[in-house]
């Protein structure tokens, strides 16, 4: 009887239905979409991480350094299960020629470290995600520049220097557990041992890659503080195993976030329209409401006759977005997943998906219920004798229409808007939600692209930075490139400013390492979100993070 009557009313109704069921299918599209999307990177992330065995702590540092010191330091550390340290020879753009290119590729704002594969851990993969092994004169390059420069296997790659130039034939293309997403501005070329001899008499610039495999459960934080209080190489920034998957992640995590934030207002409407269209049905059929109650029919199953079909169309919309999701997701992942490979298993992709589809219906069926509950405060004899449900609110004072001065039209609207305010929240809230939709992201888009974005994120508004470490090898080079900078006509102004990494102790009195930043911060001022720069000693800005 209740199948009958669903679909009688379905096709009574077929427009207002439509949009429902239209609303319930986008909003489990983008829901299951976004929940498969993140499943599929995160269990891609994983699978790539574990192939290529990722360190759990790196300390890069350049200079020459003793590495009986540091096997030493491994040794007394009992979370410590294995250790290396890699030299990579560093190269910027302009020493670089990609394939057929006539010009270096002095755009780019990379450093390229030439590395030789490692044995035990932190191994270079290829499009396999099989450790890579490259002959005297061959060349791994990264996955980002095949897709940048268009290269192909057999291409070659050229490094060009004052000291010399070197050739390589392109024989695989890598992917990296540290250095794999474009965000990250750094990029590990493998050459092999004896190549990288030659490399490091060309290049002038050297690092050592100082690398750690800890146990389980080993507080990479507390080992890295460790290292540093054990005054060991450390002429270079730090990395734990948790950056690492977090860079992985949010390169192409934000598309994620879009998925879910839209299918989360697109719910939210689709509630309130669902919770409207229940009323509206109730007011419609007030007077058989009346004889139903009338004759006895039981609250249950009345309200299974008006919650049968919004509950019937939330199943078919959210089976049909699991569906288009389970589809949707492989695309949507298709260019990230080059830089990691496929996930070990779509299990993680079907479970995540199947969970928001599941979740959704159970808002959507659960908003149902609570909306059709209005039908046990339908008198039968009210209904009888009225035959209508609403009308104005009690109370209000109601609006002559020889008082009105507006135009009729107008006059009109307001005084339903006043006399039934509660009708008008619907579309009200709908609209809101809408705008929100559209505005959110444009002006997301409009603030990362303003140039005086970068001041919120404590740098000043400039156009260039430079990085130049203080080693034992060259304590002075900062002055020298400041130096440098005074005596070029191009640039109009520059400013100085020095990091230290330093123990701050908070009002919780757990000690913490940080980086704290000083020096010429008037030159290029930062935002503040509250209060204003440090101007004595013994005071400190802090970031919002």
């Not at 890699?86 to 190269?91: D, N, Q, R």
């Not at 493998?190 to 507080?219: K, N």
């Not at 939709?437 to 930075?465: C, D, H, K």
């Not at 109009?492 to 009002?507: E, I, K, M, S």
């Amino acid at each position: 009887m209740i199948r009958g009557l669903v679909a009688k009313d379905l096709r009574r109704g077929l427009g207002a239905n439509a949009v429902l069921f239209g609303f319930f299918f986008v909003t489990a599209l983008l829901a299951c979409g976004g929940a498969g999307t993140a499943a599929r990177l995160l269990g891609a992330t994983d699978s790539l991480f574990a192939a290529a065995a990722a360190p759990d702590a790196v300390q890069m540092s350049s200079g020459e350094i003793d590495e009986s010191q540091i096997a030493e330091f491994a040794a007394s550390r009992p979370e410590v299960e294995d250790y290396l340290v890699s030299k990579a020879a560093i190269a910027t753009g302009d020493a670089l020629w990609f394939g057929d290119a006539t010009q270096a590729d002095s755009s780019s704002v990379m450093e390229y470290y030439f590395v030789t594969q490692n044995s035990s851990f932190d191994r270079l993969l290829g499009l396999d995600n099989k450790p890579v092994q490259v002959a005297p004169g061959q060349i791994g390059v990264p996955i980002y520049d095949m897709l940048r420069h268009g290269l192909r296997t057999g291409d070659r790659l050229r490094v060009k220097t004052p000291a010399g130039e070197m050739s390589f034939a392109i024989t695989s293309f890598l992917r990296d557990a540290q250095m794999n997403p474009a965000m990250i501005s750094s990029k590990r070329l493998l050459v092999a041992p004896a190549d990288l001899g030659r490399l490091s008499e060309l290049l002038a610039q050297s690092e050592h890659l100082i690398e750690f495999r800890l146990s389980p459960g080993a507080s990479t934080a507390a080992f890295l503080d460790a290292y540093r209080e054990a005054g060991l190489p450390q002429a270079g920034p730090s990395v734990d195993a948790g950056l690492l998957r977090a860079a992985a992640f949010l390169s192409d995590g934000l598309v994620v976030a879009v998925l879910l934030l839209a299918s989360l207002l697109l719910l939210i409407i689709g509630v309130i329209c669902l919770r409207f269209a229940v009323v509206s049905a109730i007011a419609a059929s007030y007077r058989e409401l009346g004889v139903l109650r009338a004759i006895g029919a039981p609250l249950g199953f009345i309200r299974r006759v008006f919650s049968a079909k919004y509950i019937a169309l939330a199943a078919a919309g959210c089976l049909l977005g699991w569906s288009g999701a389970l589809v949707l997701a492989p695309s949507l992942t298709q260019d990230a997943l080059l830089y990691t490979g496929e996930p070990a298993s779509p299990v993680g992709m079907l479970i995540a998906a199947s969970g928001a589809g599941a979740g959704l219906f159970t808002v959507v069926a659960a908003s149902c219920w609570l909306a059709v509950r209005a039908v046990g405060k339908v008198s039968a004899t009210q209904a009888l004798r009225d035959g209508m449900i609403g009308g104005a609110q009690p109370g209000r004072r109601r609006w002559p229409l020889s008082s009105g001065r507006s135009p009729v039209t107008w006059y009109l609207g307001l005084r339903d808007l006043h006399l039934r305010p509660q009708a008008y929240l619907v579309p009200l809230a709908v609209f809101a939600i809408a705008a929100f939709l559209l505005i959110v992201p444009v002006n997301f888009l409009a603030t990362a692209n303003s140039p005086t974005f970068v001041q919120y994120m404590g740098i000043g508004l400039s156009e260039v930075r430079l990085d130049a470490p203080v080693n034992g090898d060259n304590p002075e080079l900062p002055s020298q490139v400041m130096a440098r900078i005074a005596g070029d006509p191009d640039i109009g102004r520059a400013a100085q400013t020095t990091v230290y990494r330093c123990a701050l102790l908070p009002a919780t009195g757990q000690a913490t390492t940080s980086l704290v930043e000083t020096g010429d911060f008037e030159t290029f001022p930062v935002a503040y979100l509250e209060g204003r720069a440090p101007a004595a000693r013994g005071e400190l800005a802090l970031s919002r993070i």
